[in-house]
């Protein structure tokens, strides 16, 4: 279990390591010309979004399925796959197969970009499911508002994704991120400190990068939404000398020390942090919730702190897990423990969840989006997502690791997946 969960934190941590017109609304607008039509249904006039026929519907992403990412995106696509093999094989949703198509952008943002004008434009689907990689999301996102076109699930953390209370496409109503969003993460982490560990104030030690940024937002969000005193002090991404940034935090007082920062600046700061005798817990982002963590602290940190670390998915369902196996076996075995096709499974749950809420009604891109926002969803491996109120934060509930020290040491999940309100009502009784 514990090697599974690794696994998957794992793919995550590397779509995250890749970071280093007209828009229009949902709310008495339609999307840009051309991309809604009427077709007869057999039974009357029924309205379709674009890529619906009676029988069928289809959906796309491009990922990089070549090169060196090829070890991501090919599994990635083959647990999509597998997701929908298993629903056509039942006859669909309300009788209409899933068609998915895939273009290998090579995780170049420029190729991502025409392969998202030929999806939308040429080839007319109905939703980019599995939108992958942080240079295509981050090129392509503006693009994806203005077409309008629902897009679920995207395999990178960056807060472009972040919204709340989104109510046109503009705002990234038509938005659907599902993995943890660093904005979201600084927020649970915050939240973590206060209702976790009782702490008081909190010290945030955060790189000058997107990713660090991005947990500062949220982090500073949370404080001040909660009333808790905090100090924050930047370090350059990549730098050997964070003393300090350190020093500054350490002076404050602070009882819980977030750690935002991913690969390799955080092993810099959990070791300066242990020279200067540090003795408050600290907390880091998913992303660094990897074997190879451990043995770079674990020595330094031993009797004096515990370093803790995110976490999004949990095993706990044994029913889900079989199904995943059986199907995903069918497209090759190798991926039955493999965590990048474990995500592909993910992201086609959740666009299916939504045309399942709206089986007999029109499918449009209107309907389908109201649907996925109508009620939280299910992760088949983690928490509930809500999207309600034009919320588009990804995970919003994480769990807990901590490093142990016992030889070169390991992570050890201490804590179940809690929301932030769950946490919250930890620190009042």
Not at 195 to 201: H, S
Not at 276 to 294: E, F, L
Not at 409 to 428: K, T
Request: net charge negative; hydrophobic share 40%.
């Amino acid at each position: 279990m514990k090697k599974l969960i690794a696994l998957l934190l794992a793919a995550m941590m590397l779509f995250s390591l890749a970071a280093c017109g007209d828009k229009t609304g949902t709310e008495g607008t339609n999307p840009p010309s051309g991309t809604e039509t009427k077709e007869p249904s057999g039974n009357g006039e029924k309205q379709y979004s674009q890529g619906v026929t009676d029988t069928t519907i289809k959906i796309a992403n491009s990922a990089a399925t070549s090169g060196a990412y090829a070890p991501v995106g090919v599994p990635f696509n083959a647990g999509i796959q597998a997701y929908l093999d298993m629903v056509n094989e039942a006859g669909g949703i309300d009788g209409r197969k899933i068609e998915f198509l895939h273009t290998d952008d090579e995780f170049d943002p420029v190729k991502g970009k025409a392969a998202l004008q030929n999806f939308v434009e040429d080839e007319k689907v109905f939703a980019i499911v599995g939108h992958f990689g942080t240079p295509v999301v981050g090129a392509t996102i503006e693009d994806l508002k203005d077409y309008g076109i629902p897009s679920v699930y995207f395999a990178t953390g960056i807060g472009q994704l972040y919204a709340e209370g989104a109510k046109t496409n503009a705002d990234g109503y038509n938005i659907f991120p599902v993995q943890p969003i660093y904005t979201t993460e600084g927020q649970i982490m915050v939240a973590r400190g206060v209702g976790y560990f009782n702490a008081t104030k909190i010290g945030i030690i955060y790189t000058n990068d997107d990713a660090g940024k991005d947990m500062l937002t949220g982090a500073e969000a949370k404080c001040k939404e909660l009333g808790i005193e905090y100090q924050a002090e930047q370090v350059t991404a990549g730098s050997s000398d964070v003393s300090a940034a350190v020093t500054a935090i350490k002076n404050s007082g602070a009882d819980f020390i977030v750690c935002a920062s991913i690969q390799a600046t955080m092993p810099t700061i959990v070791k300066e942090l242990a020279a200067q005798g540090n003795t408050a817990p600290v907390i880091t982002t998913y992303v660094n919730v990897s074997d190879a963590i451990p043995p770079l602290v674990a020595s330094d940190i031993k009797g004096k702190f515990d370093v803790y670390g995110n976490g999004w998915v949990d095993y706990y369902d044994e029913d889900n897990l079989a199904l995943y196996t059986e199907w995903v076996g069918k497209i090759d075995p190798a991926y039955g423990m493999n965590a990048y096709a474990q995500t592909g499974w993910i992201a086609a749950h959740f666009f299916c969840e939504g045309l399942r809420r709206i089986e007999g009604q029109d499918i449009t891109w209107e309907n389908y989006m109201k649907a996925l926002e109508s009620a939280p969803i299910q992760n088949p491996f983690g928490g509930l997502i809500d999207y309600t109120n034009g919320n588009r934060a990804g995970t919003q509930v994480m769990n807990l690791s901590k490093i142990t020290t016992d030889g070169e040491g390991g992570w050890e999940l201490v804590d179940e997946l809690r929301s932030m309100d769950d946490l919250v009502a930890m620190a009042n009784g």
